[in-house]
């Protein structure tokens, strides 16, 4: 009975199936490697966009861009076998980008508290009389602290508003005799009133000016309705009478 001898390729055969075995490590070595490429976050300082990339390279050139890398690589045991084989920004998977982007602290402005002015009429500083028609009413308004941006002072006589800032001027000729009152308002940008202070003032006839302003424009219409060479006659006498 003929004995059958060992194959010799058998040596060789474990040889070539280790070596293969070796390739397909390393190649599933590589694999894990290229999943596990680190996530960038790119931060947009002007708009406070974030954007999720793999290549931070186009981004890093940008001096308005803030890029760093962030703790989170993709799953080595994905299915990638039908996604295409193209890596752009925003390449990360969905729940990456939405756990990160729910990070980004809110940009709700701070409230700020109202301010407390106080207000106050210095001129007049108290309650006085003016006489009509020689008489003007002068009103000065003090704040503190100083307004906001968007604040205003108006100044009120009798509910209508006659300046806006810190100072007014009333003429008293076409006032009624009487009382008065004087209000100055701060308001902000909604035309609401945030403070408010009120003064009175009184108007009274100054009779002996009414009487002198009479006669004077009594006088006028007389000269103007005079023949000329007595208008003449009238400028000789008063140069005679000025001449010593």
Not at 216 to 237: D, E, G, M, S
């Amino acid at each position: 009975m003929t004995t059958l001898s060992k194959p010799r390729f058998l040596k060789g055969g474990f040889t070539v199936g280790l070596l293969g075995a070796m390739i397909i490590s390393a190649a599933t070595l590589c694999v894990t490697f290229a999943n596990a490429a680190p996530i960038y976050k790119v931060i947009d300082e002007k708009t406070g966009q974030v954007t999720f990339t793999d290549r931070p390279q186009s981004y890093e050139q940008q001096a308005d861009k803030k890029v760093s890398q962030i703790a989170i690589t993709t799953d080595a045991t994905s299915d990638t076998t039908n996604q295409p084989n193209n890596s752009h920004t925003n390449s990360q998977p969905a729940a990456i980008a939405t756990r990160q982007t729910a990070a980004v602290p809110s940009s709700n402005p701070k409230t700020v508290a109202p301010i407390n002015y106080q207000l106050a009429i210095t001129e007049p500083s108290e309650e006085r009389a003016y006489r009509r028609p020689a008489q003007t009413i002068n009103v000065r308004v003090q704040v503190t602290p100083a307004l906001q941006a968007g604040h205003s002072i108006s100044i009120y006589f009798d509910e209508s508003e006659v300046a806006q800032g810190l100072s007014a001027s009333i003429a008293t000729i076409d006032l009624l005799p009487g009382s008065h009152a004087i209000r100055a308002v701060v308001k902000n940008e909604k035309d609401q009133i945030l403070q408010q202070v009120t003064r009175t003032v009184y108007v009274i006839q100054n009779n002996t000016t009414l009487q002198n302003n009479k006669k004077i424009a009594q006088q006028l219409l007389a000269y103007q309705n005079l023949p000329w060479h007595q208008k003449v006659l009238l400028k000789l006498r008063q140069k005679e009478t000025a001449t010593p």
